[in-house]
């Protein structure tokens, strides 16, 4: 397993930008598949996108497509999600999670590695 932090969460007014920051440690960083998730109040956690070990996959929900971008830095371990056009419906807590090799990028079930989880709140 790898270790993961996230940073970057914040509050931020509706149509503003945010970037989130996932920092990996303990294993080859490269090998593994890159996620973020995140759960809102009352709410199930969802996949909002992730991107492949190889870097060739990318995932993104609907609800993000557009708006959202992920990236990895594999120089230095991270991986990142830019956030644009933020809406009051973006608001959760957001987690990194890491899947070795992973091929399934937006099913939870298949990440073993999980970041403690960084808020993001949104306001009209």
């Known amino acids: 397993q790898v270790q993961l932090v996230e940073s970057g969460g914040g509050s931020v007014q509706a149509g503003g930008s945010l970037r989130l920051s996932c920092a990996a440690s303990?294993?080859?960083?490269?090998?593994?598949?890159m996620g973020w998730f995140r759960q809102a109040p009352g709410k199930e956690r969802e996949s909002v996108a992730a991107?492949?070990?190889?870097?060739?996959?990318?995932y993104y929900a609907d609800s993000v497509k557009g708006r959202f971008t992920i990236s990895r830095d594999n120089t230095n371990d991270t991986v990142y999600l830019e956030m644009n056009s933020l809406k009051p419906e973006d608001t959760a807590v957001y987690y990194c999670?890491?899947?070795?090799?992973?091929?399934?990028?937006?099913?939870?079930?298949?990440?073993?590695?999980w970041g403690q989880g960084t808020q993001v709140t949104v306001s009209l």
């Open positions: 991107i492949g070990w190889s870097g060739g996959l990318i």
């Open positions: 303990g294993r080859t960083f490269a090998f593994y598949t």
């Open positions: 999670a890491a899947d070795y090799m992973g091929w399934d990028l937006q099913n939870e079930d298949q990440y073993d590695s």
